[in-house]
């Protein structure tokens, strides 16, 4: 059974910077499809990055596009997020889920890892002055 550790989150100043990562037992990045998602408060999980199994290739939502990097190490079963320039809208629990898909990355293959894949526990991310 695929599980998946979140670590990296805390409190961050607007306009800082935060690496979460995202480790896998039961399963290899060589299968798994990895998405990070993201709960604020008071609101439904989002799926934001994903990064394909497959090809490597990667899909982010608008609003972290360009602020926000997904990347993989597959010898350490490791996936990251590299945020940067992080305001108040970026505070909530962050996980990171996997599916078994041999999709590229895409809207589509972000919705159904939110939806079907297994999630680790979470990691608070927190953007206060």
């Known amino acids: 059974q695929l599980q998946l550790v979140e670590s990296g989150g805390g409190l961050v100043q607007p306009g800082g910077s935060l690496r979460l990562s995202c480790v896998l037992s039961?399963?290899?990045?060589?299968?798994?499809?990895i998405g990070w998602l993201r709960q604020a408060p008071g609101k439904e999980r989002d799926g934001i990055a994903c990064?394909?199994?497959?090809?490597?290739?990667?899909y982010y939502i608008d609003s972290v596009k360009d602020r926000f990097t997904i990347s993989r190490e597959n010898d350490k079963n490791t996936v990251h997020l590299q945020m940067t320039n992080l305001g108040p809208d970026d505070t909530g629990v962050y996980y990171c889920?996997?599916?078994?898909?041999?999709?590229?990355?895409?809207?589509?293959?972000?919705?159904?890892?939110?939806?079907?894949?297994?999630r680790g526990q979470g990691t608070q991310v927190t953007v206060s002055s």
């Open positions: 889920a996997g599916l078994d898909s041999t999709y590229s990355a895409t809207y589509r293959l972000l919705v159904e890892i939110n939806v079907f894949g297994s």
């Open positions: 990064i394909s199994a497959a090809d490597g290739s990667t």
């Open positions: 039961g399963g290899t990045l060589d299968y798994y499809a």
